[in-house]
């Protein structure tokens, strides 16, 4: 998602969030990386609810409707607009214009034997547009990138008598985006790149013994996606591409005693009618020596068969497309290795996570020396340490948290042929926050800094733009008979920090490159009203 000010989920929506950084089991996700796992809300079966709210940039709407005596349709709405409160700030960077709009809809009922039914729909525009001003704030030039994204799922879940659980999941995703360069006014370029997702999926948890907690899985899916291009500073003009694959896994928690557990699974990709078999077996332990501290470790193998690559244009922008890995191209796979202990006590919780990761099979298009682009294949490599900590102060909370992170990449293409800092490789970041609840007054503070990400200049200067942000809110609530009421401000990037979006700068045909300023000093103020 581009507009940076927004999640990506409407929050109304929203029951649980799990972030599995690394190292996770094979029933979970199917990339390289990280996963975030949203689950939305079920909604009321039996009270109607409904919110509205309101501030300088965006309206959202939530509904909640009960339908018969156990089902419920669920809705809401988001749109947003050009802050008035928003400082256009003097400087040399570029601050670019978004617009995003989107429609969750669900609807949700149990049928016989308390079996759960849920039909969801997301819809969603985003755009975003960088411009090139002279001093007079007229057009030089621009680049312009909308993307749209729908998606549908029908899931059904069965409790059977004897303990255990069925899971039966269709769904459908596709996302669209559009790239259009402009110079002088002039259309200089368009480019129009698409992926698709269908999928069945049937998983099945046994009922759990003392020792043993066992799930098993079959996905069937299929992915295809587009590349177009009327640009004269590609070669690569017309691509479509599709695979088809299905997926068995296995995973089991063992309890071997109270003290130990270990959590293991395994992974296998078939893709058809290509020669091929992936294996992907992963393992990961957990040790509580007393009941307030633990030690911890993981690892596993992780294939990804569609990928999001850059492609350089005639200016040495990046454009991200999506491609399938098919017989063409070996899958992304990566290994992830974590190792961490955490300790929880007095409302104090703490915890050290070490971790180290390798990816290969990775491609990125670039200009070879014929001015064409031409296709490399490389490696990465992150390691780092995270250091989290919270603690609890009656009714307050805050929270920290360090990582010291290391990441590289080598491509075929390097000159030196050696490892080099990867786009995202930053040394140090720091994040804080707290909560101070004076119900019904709450007041929140965030802040984040990071030693910089490194830029090269065309002309080989190397630069390095450290990145701080501080937001501030406060909200207060009061409950009427018929309705509650929460309104206040928040401010973000209170103290004007000049930062840059990452990976985002662009470079114009006979202008100097410009960097993407991010969020600016922005004022909130805001009211919600719930039904």
Not at 439 to 466: D, H, R, W
Not at 506 to 526: A, D, G, I
């Amino acid at each position: 998602k581009i507009n940076l000010e927004l999640v990506d989920i409407d929050t109304a929506l929203i029951k649980t969030i799990n972030v599995y950084k690394g190292a996770y089991n094979a029933d979970i996700g199917d990339r390289i990386g990280g996963i975030i796992d949203i689950k939305s809300k079920t909604g009321n079966f039996k009270t109607f609810q409904s919110s509205i709210t309101l501030n300088n940039q965006l309206v959202n709407a939530y509904l909640n409707v009960p339908l018969f005596s156990k089902a419920s349709f669920q809705a809401s709405f988001r749109h947003t607009f050009n802050n008035p409160l928003e400082i256009k700030l003097k400087t040399e960077f570029i601050q670019p214009e978004t617009e995003f709009t989107d429609v969750n809809l669900k609807f949700s009922t149990v049928l016989k034997s308390k079996n759960p039914f849920k039909i969801s729909f997301i819809h969603n525009n985003d755009s975003y547009k960088e411009s090139l001003k002279d001093k007079m704030n007229l057009q030089l030039a621009s680049a312009y990138n909308n993307s749209v994204q729908t998606g549908i799922s029908i899931y059904y879940g069965v409790n059977w008598n004897n303990g255990g659980t069925t899971d039966f999941s269709i769904s459908q995703s596709e996302l669209k985006t559009t790239y259009t360069n402009t110079l002088d006014l002039n259309p200089s370029g368009i480019t129009k790149n698409g992926v698709n997702e269908k999928s069945i999926r049937i998983s099945h948890r046994f009922k759990s013994t003392k020792s043993h907690q066992t799930k098993i899985g079959l996905n069937l899916i299929n992915n295809q996606s587009f590349f177009r291009s009327d640009s004269s500073s590609f070669n690569i003009k017309n691509i479509s591409e599709e695979l088809n694959r299905f997926n068995l896994f296995v995973t089991d928690s063992w309890h071997l005693n109270v003290k130990l557990i270990m959590n293991y699974g395994l992974k296998i990709e078939i893709p058809i009618n290509i020669n091929t078999m992936s294996i992907q077996p992963r393992i990961a332990f957990k040790y509580l020596p007393v009941k307030e501290f633990n030690i911890y470790g993981s690892w596993g193998i992780y294939n990804q068969f569609m990928s999001e690559m850059a492609v350089l244009d005639v200016n040495n922008n990046n454009l991200f497309h999506w491609s399938i890995l098919n017989e063409n191209y070996k899958p992304n796979q990566a290994q992830h290795y974590v190792f961490g202990t955490s300790f929880k006590q007095h409302k104090w919780q703490i915890s050290l996570e070490g971790f180290y990761k390798t990816s290969s099979n990775l491609l990125k298009f670039y200009v070879d020396g014929n001015d064409n682009i031409a296709l490399s294949n490389g490696n990465s490599r992150t390691r780092g340490l995270d250091l989290f900590l919270s603690k609890a102060l009656n009714k307050h909370r805050f929270w920290c948290g360090y990582t010291i992170s290391q990441s590289e990449e080598y491509f075929s293409y390097f000159v030196n042929k050696s490892w080099q800092p990867a786009p995202q490789n930053q040394l140090h970041e720091l994040k804080a926050a707290f909560v101070l609840n004076f119900k019904p007054v709450f007041i929140s503070f965030n802040y984040v800094y990071g030693s910089g990400l490194t830029y090269y200049k065309s002309n080989g200067e190397k630069i390095i733009f450290p990145y701080n942000r501080m937001d501030i809110a406060l909200k207060y609530q009061h409950s009427f008979e018929k309705f509650k009421i929460e309104t206040g401000f928040s401010i973000l990037n209170a103290l004007n920090q000049s930062n840059l979006r990452f990976n985002s700068f662009s470079n114009f045909p006979e202008y100097e490159e410009k960097f993407v300023f991010s969020t600016p000093f922005s004022p909130f103020v805001f009211i919600k009203i719930r039904f």
